[in-house]
């Protein structure tokens, strides 16, 4: 068996908060969003849900009102060392990064936003970088076209760099001066899951010993979510002051589709004899992983690819399906995703695991939501605490659905909590199944 | 249109352009003087094809190439503030 990767650091902008309040300003917008670091744990196992409404005003188009998931995020404060300007979803990347590096003991916080790197022991050159979006560049593009067509003024000279998707990669790989493998992995919402699974592939090959991982998505401008609101997979809503805390409704009877969210969840994988040597403390292991592909129908997902996915991603981590204690679902609240996904989890590990989703609190992050419920999976570890079904009850859930849905406000695991796995099942596709495991 | 159009205030442009070094790309103010050559600010090509691009904004012109080239050699601070100024009268003329 090959050594244990450690997840030595974690870190994460998200609509229910970042780990860094000195990156998360208070703000006077009113968006459920706005707020602080602190409360993250909060708010994750309370089930708030940051979902809310936003307007598309586009020329020659009636208003609409689609459900999103913002950050309280301001992406001018984050400077990079190329100091070319950042596209939002990388200004997130670099600002979970940083917190996964301090939180690795990799960096420490000078300031409230200054940022001290030390890696020194550490060869650069066994030093990658995984990362992983679905639609990376899309805040920008969506402004330089913008720019050009609709106020016809001239575009950045560094338009190109700040909107191809390795953009982030590659700013990332600047910061930690990383010379090894620099990787950016699109598989819509399965992209960051992919890019953790990869690297820990690398990682457990020896081809590096230490890897930046994780994934980050900005798209919540007006092109953007026009496109998504056309494919009539977000939850509807009529008008600027609909109550959308309910809007996402994942394995409910009656769901009718996702939220967009926002964000990034950034992880130092390490190497479990490199970690010891550094006097890593952290005892969850990123222990299996599993990708393929249905090759079925680009947006209808398939049981039976899914089925396969988490049975590989149990080989790989050497453990049963009884041995898995927690579930976090991809369910986005579409009715034939989520219908897909709960045939699959009751083939693979039967209807007793606790199991929930977490879209409806963080809207769905698309690229980066295997990254962040990868996070809420860590929590869940570190806690022995659910995740909850935000906007699930006994009388709401489809009654074909025989799981065990968490409740809606987190519960305590009934008994020791030491392996979580996490579904992402992605537009094209392809599956991917992450596994996490407390090693002490 | 103004016979004699007012004449830059002395130093205002260079301020201006030392203001955007300072707020946009984070160039500590101490190490800036009229003299400190573009190639001297501490950032890259991108970068400062940003930054012209940003003063251009910001005075609402467009440099031709041929009265600068931020990418040659010898061009300090007080020479883009010479082009902007010189630039902005020959456009009103």
Sequence with gaps: MSEPVLISGYGWVSPLGSSSAGRSKETDSGIAGALRSQDFDTNLFN???AVHSRA????????AYVPVASCDFDHSLISSVSKVPLDRGAAMALSAAKDALVNAGLASQTTET??????????PTRVGVFWGSGMAGAFSFDQTAEQIYQHGKRVRPTSVVTIMPNSAAAELAL?????????????????SSVAMGEALRALRAGWLDLALVGGSEAMLTPGVLASWNALRVLAPVKDSQSNLSQACRPFSQDRNGFALGEGAGAFVLERQSQAIRRGVKSKISLSGYATNCDATHMTLPDTSGQVRAMHAALRDANLQASDIGYVNAHATATSAGDLAEVRSVSEVLGAQVPISSTKAQFGHMLGAAGAMEMVASIKALEHQTLPPNANLSLETVDTEFKLNFVASKGVKAHQPLRHVLSNSFAFGGTNAVLIASNID | MTENPPQPEQGSTYKAIAEILVSKFQVEENTLTPQTLLTELGIDSLSLMEFVFAVEDAFNIRIPEERLDPREAGIDLQKL???IDEFILSTKK
């Design chain 1, 47 to 49: 089930g708030y849900s």
């Design chain 1, 175 to 191: 910061m930690v001066k990383a010379q090894g493998a620099c990787m950016t992995y699109a598989c819509a919402c399965a992209s």
């Design chain 2, 81 to 83: 503030a010479n082009v």
């Design chain 1, 114 to 123: 200054g940022f001290e790197l030390s890696v020194s022991g550490i060869d």
């Design chain 1, 56 to 63: 598309i005003d586009l020329p020659g188009q009636p208003t």
